[in-house]
């Protein structure tokens, strides 16, 4: 049994940037215009930039104001495309697993998914990639504004799955810094992936481990 299995019962993964590359902002612009588009729509390079640069349930709610569409029903729609738009990817090849995830089936600790993309492309990440036996819950962002407004750093998702796996003592794995804050809100440990894509990243909360790969994870140090 490898340290990190002596600290903690469960270890819990963020997905985009951890498990799998992060999704192009390509992928995401061409799913909100997808989005737009359904309503008849034709909004600004700027407006369709900021789903992607300052998403909220602010943001949503102004734009559905500005273009006269139901908020709600816009919401769902996007998050349908969003699905859609990144499911394509991870069949085109766009978006894989990094190569260390295989390392984490070697954990002798139950493990989840907690992601802010939508529950239904972490349903798919998982089918696709293979992924039930690795991980025991997994939950992304219900296709609802209050889905929305549940994303880390509120800490409601990971407390949910901390809750199915039935354990307190968790180390929660991320990339970011709205993890490090949603692992501190729920009262758990974070350890933050320094994966290519955050080299120069400004991590203004102190995470409790940073590492390089997630095969660090079996050589953790003891606290």
């Not at 997994?138 to 296709?143: A, D, K, M, V």
């Amino acid at each position: 049994m490898s340290r990190v299995e002596t600290q903690y019962n469960a270890i819990v993964f963020d997905n985009d940037g951890v498990l799998t590359y992060p999704t192009d902002e390509s992928v995401l612009t061409e799913a909100s215009q997808r989005a737009f588009a359904a309503f008849d729509v034709d909004p600004t390079p700027s407006d369709v930039r900021s789903l992607v640069d300052d998403l909220s349930v602010e943001t949503v709610r102004r734009l559905a104001k500005r273009y006269e569409v139901d908020a709600d029903a816009f919401w769902r729609r996007h998050e349908t495309e969003r699905t859609a738009r990144q499911l394509a990817a991870i069949r085109d090849g766009e978006k894989p697993l990094y190569d260390d995830v295989e390392t984490l089936a070697d954990l002798a600790v139950p493990t989840a998914i907690v992601s802010n993309n939508q529950h239904a492309t972490i349903e798919h990440i998982v089918a696709e990639f293979g992924l039930e036996a690795m991980f025991e819950a997994y939950y992304g962002r219900e296709p609802s504004l209050r889905g929305l407004e549940r994303r880390k750093p509120d800490p409601s998702y990971l407390e949910a799955a901390l809750d199915e796996l039935g354990v307190e003592s968790a180390l929660y794995v991320g990339d970011s810094r709205v993890d490090v804050a949603a692992a501190r809100a729920a009262g758990v440990d974070a350890a933050f992936v320094n994966r290519p894509h955050r080299r120069g990243y400004r991590l203004d909360i102190r995470p409790t481990y940073r590492l390089d790969s997630l095969a660090e994870l079996a050589s953790l140090p003891t606290k």
